[in-house]
């Protein structure tokens, strides 16, 4: 494996509501263009390139945990929460 496609990148607004959805590496920018990176995604992406480039490198697992994705399951199911949770939020506003 060469690389990993990570899609959405960033949050967007809802295609049907335009509800604030929560499920990118990088929230809207604000003012000054500047994003908020969801820190637990951000973390698994970096410890898997370090296992990545240890493969590439023909380095010896040191720990079977170095193999472990849970992890970045983890960080994809946080992020459907938090989309399921805009669109209760958003429910709720009407």
Same mark, same amino acid.
């Given at each position: 494996?060469?690389?990993?496609?990570? =899609?959405?990148?960033?949050?967007?607004?809802?295609?049907?509501?335009? /509800?604030?959805? =929560?499920?990118?590496?990088?929230? =809207?920018?604000?003012?000054?263009?500047? &994003?908020?990176?969801?820190?637990?995604?951000?973390?698994? *992406? +970096? /410890?898997?390139?370090?296992? +990545?480039? *240890?493969?590439? +490198?023909?380095?010896?697992?040191?720990? &079977? /945990?170095?193999?472990?994705?849970?992890? *970045?399951?983890?960080? +994809?199911?946080?992020?459907?929460? /938090?989309?399921?949770?805009? &669109?209760?939020?958003?429910?709720?506003? *009407?």
């Amino acid at each position: 494996m060469q690389g990993v496609c990570l =899609y959405p990148i960033v949050n967007h607004p809802g295609w049907d509501d335009d /509800r604030h959805c =929560y499920n990118g590496l990088f929230d =809207y920018a604000d003012d000054w263009g500047n &994003r908020e990176v969801f820190e637990p995604l951000a973390n698994e *992406l +970096a /410890r898997q390139q370090r296992f +990545a480039e *240890l493969i590439l +490198a023909g380095k010896p697992f040191v720990d &079977r /945990r170095e193999t472990d994705v849970s992890a *970045l399951d983890w960080a +994809a199911h946080a992020m459907e929460a /938090r989309t399921d949770e805009s &669109r209760t939020e958003e429910v709720a506003a *009407l």
